[in-house]
């Protein structure tokens, strides 16, 4: 079993720059594919970045593409999401999850733990 908890979402103007942390307890997160997903109201869970173990490989949405950076450190146990350049449709509950997969994957069904999650609101 792995938990995970966010931490830093809040409220912004557009432009601006947030934080996401993702602490895991449980097991080593070295174990797992990290990923983020945002949840918008009304719309499906969506994945925004994912990370491979070793963080040899990325991937990001193209909705994210240049704006977002994931990263992650195995010794700390945790797996950041850099937003910068936000915008009023970043808008979402952004969550954190683990895949036991060794490759990375996009659809949300694939993932085995996930965060409570931390609200994102950007105001125009």
Known sequence: QVQLVESGGG?????GSLRLSCAASGRPLS???MGWFRQ???????IVAAVSRSSANVY??????????ISRDNAKNTVYLQM??????DTAVY?????????IRSTPNTYDY?????QVTVSS
Do not use: I, M
């Open 60 to 69: 990001y949405s193209d909705s994210v593409k240049g704006r977002l950076t």
């Open 84 to 89: 910068n350049g936000l915008k009023p449709e």
């Open 11 to 15: 409220s912004v103007q557009a432009g």
């Open 31 to 33: 174990s797992y594919v």
């Open 40 to 46: 918008a109201p009304g719309k499906e869970r969506e």
């Open 114 to 118: 996930w965060g409570q999650g931390t």
């Open 95 to 103: 969550y954190c999850a683990a895949d036991s997969a060794y490759g």
